[in-house]
Structures are given as structure tokens and as C-alpha cells.
């Protein structure tokens, strides 16, 4: 923390807060600086040439004269290599044991003195100075990375490294978790390293709260993702390329990452998005399944206050004819902000309240920081105290930071007897009336000033036995905090499916829930960033996300608000929340006409809601996010992958929300194909630019020709919505039907369509051949 940082603090919290916040920061320094030698005098490595190579399982091990890689490509695809003896294992973002490598797949020489392992679906070469490309079947290459270097102390420990690589020209690159300026992530220097940003946020703001060093890119070539598996603090620097004019060269696009330590291993997964994304999931986990009330419209606000104000908003939903399925409860909840207490005299019988909203179709959320105020009487301190539970510090003791309670320790989460013991400490919650979890401040995070490390990079954590500092451990710990929590909710709750989101995160943290957008700023870039951080975290394998509808930190207009609200209402994670000082968030707070058009919004997404079940379980079974970009099913239409202002909602809806003030017209690009636009029901042919109403009361909403819909019948029953198919054309869906909360596995029902003498013709699909739908169908798009 800086003076700067120390004033900020002292203004915000007082002079005595302020001077916790400053011997804090002290201990901390002073720590590091006792514990971290300085890196003194390196020596800088390149793997030399090649002098031998060991054949194994689905590839072999190449030898250098002053390095070694392992290349193996697994069951499916995958390509793994690792340098230096670095192998897939262990790994935060693997779920579970390695795949399988492909016995199909040889290590034999190729041209040049170098190696390759050809693949069904990729061709990956070595050559003889250490550069490794990955090719397609067809023998087009996609990524060359270039020989990697090393810088090592002259007097032993970790080494830092670099890893250069080229792309094709015409790629473009999106991923790297959650980032504020993208989806597509243009020329520049991407930091890795979960950061709070300190309040609100817009798209100049980088890092956020979960960093990933996961890249897709995508190209004429074909799409490939490549994850470097490492957790250390690292930079990504990205740099498109460029297509020579006439008989010009071109200038290939290139990606640096350079890590502070770590294994220098790297997993590529290579195909059609929709097959990189199953691939990638299969490697690093499916994603969870949220219960069904968790995919419509939730409430929060840091500041209800009172048992009190939560009746009076549910009660002001039903009041307006608004749906509402979940409220969440912020920090002011607790016990003076200690994380598993209630403050019994604003929430007396929270038990009951819980009750009673679930008796009118709401359930009950609840935040859940990994701060533990440090203080006798404690309950929670003193266990994990006896426990061992905490990260520790060089001294012996638990390391220390500054969060809402005060002085604080953290719960050390990659020691599984840990993870155990605060998956059990869920029971407090549940039996308090909590039907779901979102996790905060988990980078972590401290509160004097924001952004501020709250520990000492010094600090002692277990690493699964293996043991390291938090150098290591920093960017895992939201998502090792998300497995505790997931686990232990499961154990509690074996027949419940459960909930649960995570402000912080990395690679495979989908497998335990979802996330949000955090504190984003309040107004219109604001508004555009929650658009990326959804589009680009769904490629990164998180499906299940959404921002603060409304901003966190500030007071939206009416307009702002609205448009907000339509956007979300159309992501997987419909949440409005804000801070105390924001005001109220509520929809009728902003007058008759923005209640009107919010209304119409919500019992929109109310409609879509069997669309969403079905986009949740597909998401569960292929990894597949449920908004994706439009260029989906076409990478290789290029006007496509430059546009940033609309999405997919699954292979059905196409959603071009309003991101400006004062806009009531949108011009849509569409993917190829017929599209209609379900307001007006006019028909549009792609792949082409069209521009459409978007009034103050609806944004865009297209509807792909020849789809079918899953939707909820005006007698709150499943009914199909089917799209009228082109002349010639057919068409068809997937239908997942809505089979609870627990673990029951729903059959998926899939559906064609075909237009035979001017009437659609609507099937679905059995062992047999095909049969009627089962249920009402109510047919749109014959009249254009």
C-alpha cells in the first residue's frame, strides 16, 4: 500500500482502521522481504538441439542438450507437452486423473532433424531447436511456438520463462478469464494474477477477478484453445497480425506469456468451437448443474438491513406482477460481518423468513467471504485454530490481512482436511434457511485500500501436501474455496443439486458453480463490459455468469437501468445487486414506464425459462456455453468474429442488446441462414448486416429459421415454439424437460421440423423413427 492507498483508507474507515491497514502493510513487506531472497544474478537457458527421444504412450520424450519435452496427445485429441520433466499432474484445473494417451499416436521423425506425432485430429511437429507447431488433419498450421528460454539464479530456485508463439494473420484472440475490454482481446499486455480492481470497474480495467492463461483462437485455419498450466503471477502479451496487400508478406499474430515460476507445461485442444469447448471441459471438468430456480430472476443489495426490508421487496415483486425466484443476503447480515453468524436483532428468526419466502416461490442466498475474524470467542477462529486451518505465516503462526471484521485469517484451502472442515461449517448456513452461496472476496481480497495483496506472498500454504507460498497458491485459492464449498454443500445435501458462485476463480472452476461480474462501474462502459466478461469467460469454460444488473457502485438512469435489465435478462445469471450507497435497485423505483418494459423483460426470461433448463443441461453435457458469439457456427466468417455487440443464446436466439444511450435502432449482423425477428416477425436472410427497431421496451431478438424453442405455455406448461424453416431447408432442436433439483438425469428429446406444402411438420425423434411432440407446438414465421 502506498500513502495515497493510506489516506484513501483513513478517509474511508477512520484513523484507527486506517492504522491496522498501515501495520498491516508493514508486516507484510517486512515478511516478504525477511522470506523472498532477491532473485540476484540468472543464467538464461534454451533447450539446444536435439540429441535423442523415448518413445512412450501417445508420443515420447524429445531430448535436448540442455532440456527435455514430453509430448503426448491423450484419448480425444488433447495435445499435451511439458517441458523439463513436467508432466500433466498434479494440476489445479484437471478434474480428476489425465486422460488417457491415444495408442494410436507415434513419435517418428520428420523433416529437418525434428520429431512429430500424428493424430486423428492434429499433427503436432518438433523441431530440432525445441519449436513445436500443432498442424490440423490437413496439414495447415495453427500455432508455432517458438523454442522457450529460461532465466534461472545463478544460486539455485524457481525459474522464470517465456513462451513465444505465432498465430495465423487472421486470428483474433478472445479468453484469459475475465476481462473487461474484450471479448475479442486486442494488441496489448494481459497481467495473471485474481485481483480485486477497487470498486468499480469498466473495460480499461485489467486484471479482474479471475485471470485463466487459457487462449482460444480462432482463424480461417480452425479454432484451437492452449492453456499453460501454470498458477504463478505471469503476463500474457497479445498482438494480432496482419494480411499482406497483393504479393505482400504476411505478419503472423503472436502471443508472449511470460511466468514469474512454474512448470513450463502447455495443453492445446484443437477442431470446431463446439468440440474445443467439449474437449476442454472433458479435461478440466463439466460444468455444474444450477438448480432450476437459480436460472430466474434473483435480487440483492448489499444494505437490506432488516428482516424487515427483505418482506418489503418481495412483497413490492408480487405487488407489481414481477417474478422473482431468489434474494441474496450481503455481509450486513452477519454478526458484525463474522462469515457463519446471523445479526439476531435485525434478522430474529431468519429460519422463518426463509420459510416464508420459499412458500412464495423465493429462496433464500447467501454471501460467504473466506475471512475469519481473528478474535477470541470466535467460534469459527477458534476451531480452525485447533484445526490447523489456516494459511500460515513464515513465523509460525496464521498469516493476517484486513478485511470487513477487521483483522483477519484465511482459511487455508489447498489442505484438503481444510476443505473438509469449511464445507462442514455450510451446515450453520443451511439450517439458517439458505438454499444457495456466492463467495466473495476470494482473490483474496482486502478492503484497505481495494486491490491492496492481502497476504504476504511469503505465506506458508500446504499445496496438497507438497507445500509452497502464496506465489503459487494466490491465483487457485478462489477456486480451491469453490471445491470446500461445493463439496461440503454436496455431502450435507447428498439429493440436492447445490448452488453456489464464485467472485474469484481459475481454470475448471466451472465444475463447482459459476460466477459474476463483480463490482462493475455504473454506466454505459460498464454496461458493454458485463457483455464481455460473459461471452469471454463461456470460452474459457465458465457457462454460468452475469453482472450486477445496474452497476454496483452507482446510481443508474432509468435508461441505463432498463437496458441493463433487458441484456441480463438474456444471460445465464439474472442478478441485480448494489452497494449501500447506491440506493435502491429495485424496478419500480425508477418510475411507471421503466416498471412497465422491466416487467415485460422478466416475464420474458420467465417464458424462456425450459430454454435455459435446456441450454443448463446441454452446457452439463458439452461443455458448450449458453451465450456464445456469433461466430459459433461460422469461425470462419471474419465480419463475424469482429463483432462484440451481440451473442447466441444457445444455436436458437440471436440477442443484439443496446450498449449506447439513447439508442432505439441496431444494426445486427447476422450468421448465415434465415433469421426472424421475433418482435415483428419479419424475415432477414444471412450472412448480412441489418438494422432493426430496438425501442425503449425490447432490444433485438432473432429467432434461426427452422428451430425449436422450448417455452412456457400460458397455462405454465411446456410448449414448443417452432420457427418456420426456409423453403427446402429443415430444421430441429434439443429439449431437456425440467426434472428438479437433484440428480436425476433428464432425457434429452431432440425435435425436427420440415415445411411440406406450406404447413410445418413438427417430430420428434424415437428409436422408431418419429413421432408426435407430446406437447402443445405453436408455429411462428409461415406469414413472412
Known amino acids: 500500500m502506498d500513502g495515497r492507498g493510506l489516506v484513501r483508507s483513513v478517509k474511508a474507515f477512520g484513523s484507527a482502521r486506517g492504522r491496522l491497514a498501515l501495520r498491516t502493510a508493514l508486516r507484510r513487506r517486512l515478511s516478504d522481504s525477511a522470506a523472498l531472497a532477491p532473485r540476484g544474478p540468472e543464467r538464461a537457458r534454451v533447450p539446444g538441439e536435439v540429441t535423442g527421444v523415448e518413445h512412450r504412450p501417445g508420443g515420447g520424450v524429445v531430448r535436448f542438450t540442455r532440456s527435455e519435452l514430453l509430448v503426448r496427445v491423450a484419448v480425444g485429441g488433447a495435445v499435451f507437452w511439458g517441458w523439463d520433466g513436467a508432466g500433466p499432474t498434479p494440476s489445479y484445473a484437471l ?4 486422460p488417457e494417451a491415444d495408442p494410436r499416436a507415434v513419435l517418428e521423425p520428420d523433416k529437418g532433424g525434428g520429431w512429430r506425432v500424428v493424430s486423428e485430429r492434429v499433427t503436432v511437429t518438433v523441431s530440432r531447436q ?65 485481483t480485486d480492481p477497487g470498486g468499480g470497474f469498466g473495460p480499461g480495467d485489467d486484471p479482474l477477478y479471475i485471470t485463466m492463461p487459457v487462449q482460444l483462437v480462432v482463424a480461417d485455419a480452425g479454432t484451437h484453445l492452449v492453456f499453460h498450466d501454470t498458477t504463478r503471477e505471469g503476463r500474457v502479451v497479445l498482438a494480432e497480425g496482419q494480411e499482406g496487400a497483393g504479393s505482400g508478406h504476411d505478419r503472423p499474430g503472436s502471443s508472449e506469456v511470460r511466468m514469474g515460476g512454474g512448470p513450463l507445461r502447455c495443453w492445446v485442444v484443437a477442431g470446431t468451437p463446439a468440440r474445443v469447448l467439449h474437449g476442454w471441459t472433458a479435461l478440466t ?78 429462496r433464500l442466498v447467501s454471501i460467504v467471504d473466506p475471512a475469519v475474524k481473528a478474535e477470541p470467542g470466535n467460534r469459527v477462529y477458534e476451531d480452525g485454530l485447533a484445526a490447523g486451518a489456516f ?30 472442515w469449511w464445507g462442514g461449517l455450510y451446515e450453520e448456513r443451511l439450517a439458517q434457511g439458505f438454499a444457495g452461496f456466492w463467495h466473495d472476496m476470494n482473490e483474496p481480497a482486502s478492503i484497505l485500500p481495494f486491490g491492496d495483496p492481502t497476504l504476504p506472498l511469503s505465506a506458508r500454504h500446504a499445496l496438497e501436501g507438497r507445500g509452497g507460498d502464496h506465489r503459487e497458491a494466490h491465483n487457485v485459492y478462489g477456486l480451491a474455496m469453490a471445491r470446500a464449498g461445493y463439496e461440503g454443500l454436496r455431502a450435507l445435501r447428498p439429493d440436492e443439486r447445490p448452488f453456489l458462485f464464485s467472485r474469484s476463480g481459475w481454470a475448471g472452476m466451472q465444475r463447482y458453480g459459476g460466477t459474476w461480474s463483480g463490482d462493475v462501474t455504473t454506466g454505459w462502459p460498464g454496461l458493454r463490459a458485463s457483455l464481455s466478461l460473459v461471452l469471454g469467460l463461456g470460452l474459457c469454460g465458465v457457462p454460468y455468469s452475469g453482472p450486477d444488473v445496474g452497476g454496483f457502485d452507482g446510481s443508474p438512469s432509468p435508461e441505463l437501468y432498463l437496458r441493463w435489465l433487458q441484456l441480463a435478462s438474456f444471460l445465464p445469471l439474472l442478478r441485480t445487486h448494489s452497494a449501500i450507497r447506491a440506493g435502491r435497485r429495485e424496478p419500480w423505483e425508477f418510475g411507471a414506464r421503466t416498471l412497465e418494459h ?11 425459462h425450459p430454454y435455459f433448463v ?51 435502432r441496431r444494426a445486427v449482423r447476422l450468421p448465415r441462414g434465415r433469421w426472424y425477428d421475433t418482435a415483428t416477425g419479419a424475415a ?90 407430446g406437447c402443445p407446438v405453436r408455429v411462428r414465421g409461415l406469414d413472412a
Open 95 to 98: 478434474a480428476g486423473e489425465c
Open 130 to 194: 525445441g519449436a513445436v507447431e500443432i498442424l490440423t488433419p490437413g496439414g495447415v498450421r495453427i500455432r508455432r511456438e517458438l523454442p522457450p528460454r529460461w532465466w534461472e539464479p545463478v544460486s539455485g530456485g524457481a525459474a522464470r520463462w517465456v513462451q513465444r508463439a505465432e498465430v495465423p494473420a487472421d486470428a483474433r484472440f478472445f479468453g484469459l478469464g475475465g476481462r473487461a475490454s474484450g471479448p475479442r482481446l486486442r494488441d496489448g499486455t494481459y497481467h495473471l494474477w485474481n
Open 285 to 362: 471438468g463439466r460444468p455444474a448443474l444450477p438448480p432450476s430456480w437459480a436460472l430466474g430472476p434473483q435480487h440483492a443489495r448489499w444494505g437490506f438491513g432488516s428482516a424487515r426490508e427483505v418482506r418489503r421487496v418481495v412483497a413490492g415483486y408480487r405487488e407489481h406482477g414481477l417474478p422473482l425466484t431468489a434474494l441474496h443476503l450481503d455481509i450486513d447480515h452477519y454478526d458484525r460481518h463474522r462469515v457463519f453468524t446471523v445479526d439476531g436483532e435485525r434478522f430474529p428468526d431468519l429460519p422463518g423468513l426463509a420459510a416464508e419466502l420459499r412458500r412464495d416461490g423465493v
Open 391 to 420: 494459511v500460515g505465516d513464515v513465523r509460525g503462526g496464521a498469516a493476517r490481512g484486513v478485511v470487513w471484521p477487521g483483522a483477519c485469517v484465511y482459511p487455508d484451502f489447498t489442505a484438503p482436511h481444510v476443505r473438509t
Open 598 to 608: 422491466a416487467r415485460a423483460a422478466l416475464l420474458e426470461r420467465e417464458r424462456l
Open 614 to 664: 435446456t441450454l443448463a443441461q446441454l452446457s452439463r453435457l458439452s461443455g458448450a456455453p449458453y451465450v456464445r458469439p456469433v461466430w459459433w457456427g461460422s469461425p470462419e466468417d471474419r465480419a463475424l468474429r469482429d463483432c462484440e455487440d451481440a451473442f447466441l443464446l444457445g444455436e436458437s436466439l440471436l440477442v443484439a442488446p443496446v450498449l449506447e444511450r439513447g439508442g432505439d
Open 684 to 773: 432477414h436472410e444471412g450472412p448480412g448486416q441489418v438494422v432493426l427497431e430496438a425501442p425503449l421496451s425490447r432490444v433485438p431478438v432473432l429467432a434461426r429459421a427452422g428451430s425449436v424453442i422450448p417455452v412456457r405455455g400460458a397455462d405454465g406448461g411446456l410448449e414448443l415454439e417452432v420457427w418456420a424453416p426456409a423453403v427446402g431447408r429443415t430444421g430441429g432442436g434439443l429439449v431437456v424437460r425440467d426434472a428438479g433439483d437433484g440428480w436425476a438425469e433428464p432425457e434429452v428429446e431432440r425435435y425436427t421440423t420440415a415445411l411440406e406444402d406450406g404447413r410445418v411438420v413438427v417430430g420428434r425423434v424415437v428409436a422408431e423413427g418419429s413421432v408426435e411432440p
